[in-house]
């Protein structure tokens, strides 16, 4: 440990405790009190609202509630006080059309006939319209005779503090939104590099990445939050309706990936909600039914998904088929059973189908969390496996007792060289001078450790300038693809044998080269290459005739 033994441990502890019990000792002591900037407040109409019906006012709950009311067209009335004509009033509808009157003259007139009152909008009425007016009435018009009325706060304010306020009220879908593009991008960009380099998962990335940026966009155009600057409301409503209807491609294919499921059915239901969408889309186009009327297809969708996903589940219990994502898979149930929790509760009318998108968000990060365990387990997974591939490649590759790459490391080397010729290739070749008298003699104890002592300074030589290979039990071979003073580092070689052999008896490394310049293009076989070899060792076996090294080396 870094830190040492558990005293030490303590004291550090302690140490960090004690800055920060200073720090805010310091902050306690020279206290600076600063004024805050004034807020600027919004303004909840919520109180002093009639209910109009014929030449009648009945008082109306404080707002937002549902009034009683069975007719179409509901008219509140309210006495205005004076307030800035800098101010303006924001009123929401659902499905609604909405006219607002000063007085008896008409000052806002907005989405009128079923195909515009579409959906959540806010309308902004500026208070310099109705400036100077007594009492303000507005009337909405409802479309669909089985929808109950709902009736939300209206404020009004500064245009900015209007801003503010509905931006601070819907930042959670806002900062949920840019957490799914973010993660958008970073799975993008593992899927891409996954792709480049021929690892397995890039699909389940990118396809990860599309339902999760479908799940963003629906929760942030759900939230209307868009639509402050005005513009075409029909595009958020629309798509908004898209990206809910194919919020389950994405999540069908997932998990057949994930689970690693060859189910027909689940195929069929996949092509069966990319077509949903366009489906009643067109319909919509076509004045047949409203769009919002046929969410019920994405409910039956998910269901009949939950469904075929447990028999299929069920049918595998016996296998005991190995998930590769674990985190994955709970992450997808909790996504499911929120789905299902959110219909269930839409249908039986506890919770409002306006707050289905707020329900699914936390179905949405459960998924997300899941996924960033599953990263962090499949790295670890990875970097084992690296591991071990690694150990069991230097098994393959290496001399366990030298430490020199071994005999395959050499031939994988001879048909690199042929494959991509260098410029010029040099072999050097050893041989220990009378190893079996050494073995016969001293022990192979003895052998080992001159074996060992010759590869240690062949690599302290000849290791930073080419690849080292022990080929034999007394023989080694260096490769070198760059032009060197191989002579002179020959005796250098040569004096540190000298000066580390650690036993009574000399000890001598015979040995030779060879070297070929290829010009550019030319083809290389093997023979080209094995016949330099040959060349080095011939060399090598007149040193070691001669027991010294050759006169052309010298």
Known sequence: MILGSMRKRFLFTLLLVLALALTLAAAVR????????????????????????????????????E????????TLVRSLADGSTEDMLAVQTRYQSLRVWADDTLIYDAAQGREHALGSMWHFILCEDYAGASTLRVEFTRYDQGDDWKISSILQGHP???RLYLLSAHLP????WMSCMLFVLLLVAIGGFMALRRIDGAPLALILAAFIFLSGTWILLDSKVTTLDGGNYALTYFFSYCAF???????????????????????????????????????????????RKTAVSVHLIILIFVALLARELFRRRTDRFRMRLVCGVWGISIVLAVALASIVLDYVGILPNTNSSALFVWGLLALILSMIMDTILQIGQLWQEQQKMRFYQQLATQDRMTLLSNRNAYELRMRELVSNPPAEVA??????????????????HCGDQVITMAAQCLLDVFGPLGDCYRIGGDEFCVILTTSEPIAGKLAVFDK???SRNPHSFPVRVSHGWAACR??????????????????????????????EPSEEQQ
Not at 43 to 49: A, F, I, K, S, Y
Not at 173 to 176: K, P, S, Y
Not at 530 to 537: C, F, N, T
């Open 518 to 547: 290829f010009a550019k293009g030319t083809a290389v076989s093997l023979e080209n290459v094995e016949g330099i070899k040959s060349a080095a060792d011939a060399d090598l076996y007149r040193s070691k005739r001669a027991g």
């Open 496 to 498: 540190l044998v000298a």
């Open 427 to 444: 072999f050097v070749l050893f041989d220990i001078d009378k190893m079996k008298t050494i073995n016969d003699t001293h022990g192979h």
């Open 30 to 65: 020279y206290t600076v009190p600063l004024a805050a900037i004034p807020e600027t407040q919004v303004r909840q109409l919520d109180t002093g609202w009639f209910c109009q019906d014929g030449d009648s006012l009945t008082p109306l709950a404080p707002l937002p509630c």
């Open 245 to 291: 209807y194919l919020l389950p491609v994405p999540l069908l294919a997932y998990s057949q990936l994930l689970l690693q499921l060859n189910s027909k059915p689940l195929r069929l239901l996949t092509w069966f909600a990319a077509g949903n969408a366009a489906f009643w889309m067109l319909l919509h186009l076509l004045d047949v039914i409203p769009i």
């Open 173 to 176: 879908a806002i900062i949920v």
């Open 67 to 74: 009034p009683d009311f069975s007719g179409d067209t509901l």
């Open 160 to 162: 900015d503090a209007l």
